[in-house]
């Protein structure tokens, strides 16, 4: 069974341009979560998502930041018009519908923005 | 709101010695969930050890055990025997229980470093 799958694990943009950042969950997992991570920080909740709902967006920045999780592929966290304080490792996480206290984390996409 | 607080930023100790990593929280829930992680320098995130608020007994796997004391918010996780693989970065982190949201709060973590 594979874990949560997170690509690309590194990513570099420039000012102005777009961050596309993909989550498969585990299989059978109906719930994903996404979190940023600062150099030196602590993982901060970004939002929460159901197949095709966002249950909870409230750590997610108004502007520029996106994020869905179609009926069939792959949940999207989409940033446009990155900035370099966008730069940071961002973490993908799912659980299955009946243990949501399990939440199992992918292996993160490092974000630089130059 | 809930809040996590790691004292620690950072810890030494010797190999087979055992550890306690500090972990207290603020919550007004009633019915919450307490996770440690482990982040080594290749940067996943790896999930520990899990203790619910209801539950009577403190939470053990192999040598990871979280002393939990509800009356004084606290959280610790306890490694045992030591080992120079446990040196990585430790999160405590805590969900609230509301609507189904298991959304997580983290702190702001102790790098632990094993000494041979």
């Known amino acids: 069974n594979a874990g949560v799958m997170q690509n690309p694990r590194h990513l570099v943009r420039r000012r102005g341009q777009e961050a596309r950042l993909r989550c498969s969950p585990m299989k059978g997992h109906s719930h994903v979560y996404w979190y940023r991570q600062l150099p030196e920080e602590g993982l901060k909740f970004m939002v929460y998502?159901?197949?095709?709902?966002?249950?909870?967006e409230s750590g997610m920045p108004k502007e520029r930041f996106s994020a869905e999780f179609p009926k069939e592929g792959p949940s999207i966290l989409r940033i446009q018009q990155v900035v370099r304080g966008d730069s940071a490792a961002y973490f993908c996480a799912s659980s299955p519908e009946y243990l949501q206290e399990t939440q199992y984390f992918g292996p993160g996409t490092r974000l630089l923005v130059l | 709101a809930q809040k996590i607080t790691q004292t620690q930023p950072g810890m030494f100790v010797q190999e087979k010695e055992a550890v306690t990593l500090d972990c207290t929280y603020d919550t007004s829930d009633p019915s919450y969930g307490l996770f440690w992680y482990k982040q080594p320098s290749s940067g996943e995130m790896i999930f520990l050890i899990y203790?619910?608020?209801?539950?009577?007994q403190n939470a053990t796997e192999g040598r990871y055990s979280l002393n939990f004391q509800k009356a004084r918010k606290s959280a610790n996780l306890v490694i045992s025997a030591s080992q120079l693989g446990d040196s990585a970065m430790y999160f405590c982190?805590?969900?609230?229980?509301?609507?189904?949201?298991?959304?997580?709060?983290f702190g702001t973590g102790t790098r632990l470093t094993i000494i041979p």
């Open positions: 982190a805590m969900s609230e229980e509301s609507f189904g949201n298991e959304k997580l709060t």
């Open positions: 998502l159901q197949k095709e709902n966002i249950i909870d």
């Open positions: 203790q619910g608020s209801y539950d009577q």
